[in-house]
């Protein structure tokens, strides 16, 4: 497969070790799916031809496949985007030293909503820690040999779930309520992830009228999620960091430098924010 390497999407998965709902072992990723109401665990390695393998579809190929094409964003052709980094002062760099990585998705909606929402203005270490701890306690698992894989919780679980038990967890009031509310909303059919796709623009809006999801989080479902090219968190201060990094200077860029630093970036500056995250750790 072109412009797809394996290896940097393993070291992108493996980052945080208090991350539950997938397991690297060795050379492969396994994690717990459910499909048509029916728990299964799939194993990913490297395909002969550059690309993916996996096995434990139990009849659900196509299904199977259809998630693991969104998770590592496969259909995406990176030609351009490498073409563009290539010649760009922020991307040169994170392109050829990140080479082959694919912008890992959030493909369910709920749970992208609920890590954008448990990671807004913590730690990274920390919303790890508060995420582990709701699907321990919400999410059902699977037994797979001498592992336990865990799945996000659905959103009819939380949907029932009072704010104090979620701040029991160490997520915040706040926080408890929007993931309640946001849990309520899936779960009732008010918002869905289909409806979202069918127009990115109109999204960013409906989201954003949600309480709890500001532009930033709105952008950061966009680009995990929703698969938006253009979606840009520019008030992300992991990403203002990064540009710093990248240009080797003290201080952080403004918005109004930013916007002009991502003036090329038209059609993938989600995978640039992305590749720009992946200098932080």
């Known amino acids: 497969m072109k412009h797809f390497s394996f290896s940097a999407n393993i070291d992108y998965l493996r980052r945080n070790d208090e991350e539950i709902t997938h397991l690297i072992a060795g050379d492969r990723v396994i994690k717990a799916l459910e499909i048509a109401g029916k728990k299964q665990v799939i194993e990913i390695r490297e395909g002969g031809d550059g690309g993916l393998a996996f096995e434990g579809h139990q009849g659900k190929k196509h299904e199977v496949q259809t998630f693991i ?15 563009m980094a290539a010649v760009d002062r922020l991307l040169a760099g994170p392109a050829e030293r990140f080479y082959g990585l694919r912008l890992m998705g959030v493909p369910d909606l ?49 949907a029932a779930c009072t704010p104090e038990e979620l701040v029991r967890l160490q997520l915040s009031r706040r926080k408890s309520e929007y993931v309640i509310h946001v849990a309520r909303l899936i779960a009732d059919g008010q918002l869905q992830k289909s409806e979202l796709k069918k127009d990115l623009t109109k999204a960013h809006h409906t989201l954003t009228s949600i309480r709890g999801i500001g532009p930033w989080t709105a952008n950061y479902v966009r680009m995990r999620c929703l698969r938006d090219p253009d979606a840009f968190p520019i008030d992300d201060v992991g990403f203002q960091n990064a540009v710093r990094i990248a240009l080797q200077r003290e201080e952080k860029p403004s918005k109004d430098e930013l916007h002009v630093l991502a003036r090329h970036w038209e059609g993938f500056t989600a995978y640039a924010v992305f590749y720009l995250w992946r200098l932080l750790y």
């Open 69 to 83: 094409d969104d998770w590592f964003d496969l259909s995406n052709d990176l030609t351009p985007f490498y073409e």
């Open 110 to 158: 709920f749970e992208a909503l609920s890590w954008a929402i448990i990671g807004q203005q913590i730690r990274l270490n920390f919303a790890y820690t508060i995420k582990k701890r709701i699907v321990e306690n919400y999410g059902e698992h699977v037994d797979y040999g001498a592992h336990t894989l865990y799945l996000f919780p659905k959103p009819e679980r939380i």
